[in-house]
């Protein structure tokens, strides 16, 4: 089975630093893919960045990335030059390939505040 | 209208009535999803469907009965819910990896 884990319920962070969010998962396949979603309190959960279990270089979206580090099963989303407008819930979530399904596994999420 | 849409946006029902989501996806996506998010666990997957035809169903209880009739439209059944299915409901649409999600429906059961 497969499980995301965010351990910061909580984090904050001040305007224009940079801020990383954990995410480790547990897996036994060999092909995956790691996602990141943000929630802000209207509740939409929009869609940031994707990194591919066999993609080697770590994935970047404007000022999101991931710090992907395999063996170590760990998907940390990096958020730089933080804006007033990030704070919000952030999600890890992973998806299956092999088998065909296609459901996402998500994290418990951290909060994240930007303070001015 | 772009992306994924859902109405209503939020819905009040007692334990008696009969209600429906709805969930539609502007996005030519082949495959749509709901999801339960309770407060203070996370997101749970509800039911998949593939090209409308179910291909996932995670133990949700009968009292959820979802409709796909076709790949852009998506329906979520309510009937005799209980007070702890009082949550928010998120639809998402793909086509292969990337998951859009709506804004959801928040229902609260009395």
């Known amino acids: 089975a497969q499980k995301i884990t965010q351990t910061q319920p909580g984090m904050f962070v001040q305007e224009k630093e940079a801020v990383t969010l954990d995410c480790t998962y547990d897996t036994s396949d060999q092909s995956y893919g790691l996602f990141w979603y943000k929630q802000p309190s209207s509740g939409e959960m929009i869609f940031l960045i994707y990194?591919?279990?066999?993609?080697?270089q770590n994935a970047t979206e404007g000022r999101y990335s991931l710090n992907f580090q395999k063996a170590r099963k760990s998907a940390n989303l990096v958020i730089s030059a933080s804006q007033l407008g990030d704070s919000a819930m952030y999600f890890c979530?992973?998806?299956?390939?092999?088998?065909?399904?296609?459901?996402?596994?998500f994290g418990s999420g951290t909060r994240l505040q930007v303070q001015p | 209208e772009t992306g994924v849409t859902q109405t209503p946006r939020h819905l009040v029902m007692g334990m008696t009535n009969k209600k429906s989501l709805k969930c539609e996806q502007h996005l030519g996506h082949n495959a749509m999803y709901w999801y339960k998010q309770s407060a203070k666990k996370p997101l749970e997957l509800m039911f998949v469907y593939s090209l409308e035809e179910r291909v996932e169903n995670n133990s949700v209880p009968s009292r959820f009965s979802p409709e796909c009739p076709n790949s852009s439209h998506l329906f979520l059944h309510l009937h005799t819910l209980q007070p702890e299915d009082s949550a928010l409901y998120l639809c998402?649409?793909?086509?292969?990896?990337?998951?859009?999600f709506g804004p959801g429906t928040r229902l609260t059961v009395l």
């Open positions: 979530a992973m998806r299956r390939w092999d088998t065909g399904r296609r459901a996402l596994t």
């Open positions: 990194q591919g279990s066999y993609d080697e």
């Open positions: 998402a649409s793909s086509q292969e990896d990337t998951q859009y």
